[in-house]
Nanobody
Framework: QARLEESGGRLVQPGASLNLSCVVSGRPFVNFNMAWFRQTPGKEREFVAVISWSGRDTKYLDSVKDRFTISRDNAKNTVYLQMNSLQVGDTGVYYC????????????????WGQGTQVTVSS
C-alpha cells in the first residue's frame, strides 16, 4: 500500500507563488505516474497536472499550464507543484495521486491519494 503525504498549502494573496510537495512511501516511487488534483466544496475533484514516472512527460489543465509546473525527484520519492501568479480561482484542497497508467485525467482512475493540503488565495 502506497502512502502519499502533501504539504505546502497556505493562505496567500493573488499573484503570489507556492510550491506544494507530496512524499510517497510504501511502494517504489518510480512505479507511479503522479498527478495533482484540486477540489472546492460542492464540486468534483479537478485534474491539475500529471507527470510520467521518468519525468519526461507532463500534461496540464489549460487554465494553469502557463503558471504551474509539475516536477518530481525520484531520489526523494517526491512530486512537486510549483504554482505562480496564483488567482482566487486556484483556491481549493490540493491532492496528489498515483497511478500506474500515464496521462489519465479521471480521478477515479488513480490508485492512491493523499489527504490533501489547503491552498487559499485571497486578498
Amino acid at each position: 500500500q502506497a502512502r502519499l503525504e502533501e504539504s505546502g498549502g497556505r493562505l496567500v494573496q493573488p499573484g503570489a507563488s507556492l510550491n506544494l510537495s507530496c512524499v510517497v512511501s510504501g511502494r517504489p516511487f518510480v512505479n507511479f505516474n503522479m498527478a495533482w488534483f484540486r477540489q472546492t466544496p460542492g464540486k468534483e475533484r479537478e485534474f491539475v497536472a500529471v507527470i510520467s514516472w521518468s519525468g519526461r512527460d507532463t500534461k496540464y489543465l489549460d487554465s494553469v499550464k502557463d503558471r504551474f509546473t509539475i516536477s518530481r525527484d525520484n531520489a526523494k520519492n517526491t512530486v512537486y507543484l510549483q504554482m505562480n501568479s496564483l488567482q482566487v480561482g486556484d483556491t481549493g484542497v490540493y491532492y496528489c495521486a498515483a497511478d500506474r497508467v500515464y496521462g489519465t485525467e479521471a480521478a477515479a482512475s488513480y490508485d492512491y491519494w493523499g489527504q490533501g493540503t489547503q491552498v487559499t488565495v485571497s486578498s
